[in-house]
C-alpha cells in the first residue's frame, strides 16, 4: 500500500485545513484508515482513526474540530481540520491497516505516508 498525503501548509489560529491522502496498491484489505501527528522529540499520537466497521475515534484534543472521512470509491482518506489551534502544529501522516487470512492465520499490517507539515501561527 502506498500512500501520497497533500494539503499541508501554514494557516492562522482559527482557521482550517484540509488533508487528504490517496491510497494505491494492494487495497482489498483495508480494515480502517487514520491520520497520526508527530512533532520533534515526541511520539507519534494518533488525530482520527476510521474503519470499516466500527467507531470512528478521535484524540480528545481533536474532537469538536476535526473530522476523518473517507471516499472508498476514491481510496482517499481525508482530515477536516477546523478552528485550528498552534498546538496542532506538527506534520500529519497518513495511515492504513490491512487485515488479511492465509487460512491458519490472520496478519496486520500497518502504512504510513511521507507526511504533510501543517503549520499553525498564533
Known amino acids: 500500500v502506498q500512500l501520497q498525503a497533500s494539503g499541508g501548509g501554514l494557516v492562522q489560529a482559527g482557521g482550517s485545513l484540509r488533508l487528504s491522502c490517496a491510497a494505491s496498491?494492494?487495497?482489498?484489505?483495508?480494515?480502517?484508515m487514520a491520520w497520526y501527528r508527530q512533532t520533534p522529540g515526541t511520539a507519534r499520537e494518533l488525530v482520527a482513526r476510521k474503519p470499516d466497521i466500527g467507531t470512528t475515534t478521535y484524540a480528545e484534543s481533536v474532537k469538536g474540530r476535526f473530522t476523518i472521512s473517507r471516499d472508498n470509491a476514491e481510496n482517499t482518506v481525508y482530515l477536516q481540520m477546523n478552528s485550528l489551534k498552534p498546538e496542532d502544529t506538527a506534520v500529519y501522516y497518513c495511515?492504513?491497516?490491512?487485515?488479511?487470512?492465509?487460512?491458519?492465520?490472520?496478519?496486520?499490517?500497518?502504512?504510513y505516508g511521507q507526511g504533510t507539515l501543517v503549520t499553525v501561527s498564533s
Open positions: 496498491g494492494t487495497l482489498s484489505d483495508i480494515s480502517a
Open positions: 495511515n492504513a491497516e490491512r487485515e488479511w487470512s492465509d487460512g491458519a492465520n490472520w496478519h496486520k499490517m500497518k502504512y
